[in-house]
């Protein structure tokens, strides 16, 4: 599982949906400066095709989120909560990866 680029990792599986990741020229949105977008009843991730990849990485997790939520039954909620979080997640999961690996193998 390790050493696997941002760039082949193709889905992400949110609640029961597994989504696929696309990477598009942009725009993506119809707010041009958006860099991904999520698509729940297609079941589709969009990101930017022209993003580094730590950015890349931050706006699947932002994206990610916001299915979460929607899943979940949250349907309405805060861009700026996402946001928040969807930096503070990355930065998480790189500081433990022991943590991530013993969760993982609580599965
Ligand atoms: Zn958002």
């Known amino acids: 599982m390790r050493?696997?680029?941002i760039r082949k990792v193709n889905t992400v599986k949110i609640g029961p949906v597994k989504y696929k990741i696309e990477r598009q020229p942009p725009p993506?949105?119809?707010r041009e400066e958006a860099l991904g977008l999520?698509?729940?009843l297609n079941g589709s991730v969009v990101v930017d095709n022209r993003l580094q990849n730590d950015v890349e990485a931050t706006?699947?997790?932002h994206e990610a989120?916001?299915?979460l939520?929607?899943?979940a039954g949250v349907?309405?909620?805060e861009e700026k909560v996402i946001e928040v979080i969807?930096?503070?997640l990355i930065r998480f999961i790189q500081d433990n990866p022991k943590l991530i690996d013993a969760i993982q193998k609580l599965k």
């Open 86 to 88: 969807s930096g503070m």
């Open 28 to 30: 993506i949105h119809e």
């Open 3 to 5: 050493n696997v680029s």
């Open 69 to 71: 939520y929607w899943h």
């Open 65 to 67: 989120l916001h299915a």
């Open 38 to 40: 999520c698509d729940y």
């Open 75 to 77: 349907k309405k909620h």
């Open 59 to 61: 706006t699947i997790m």
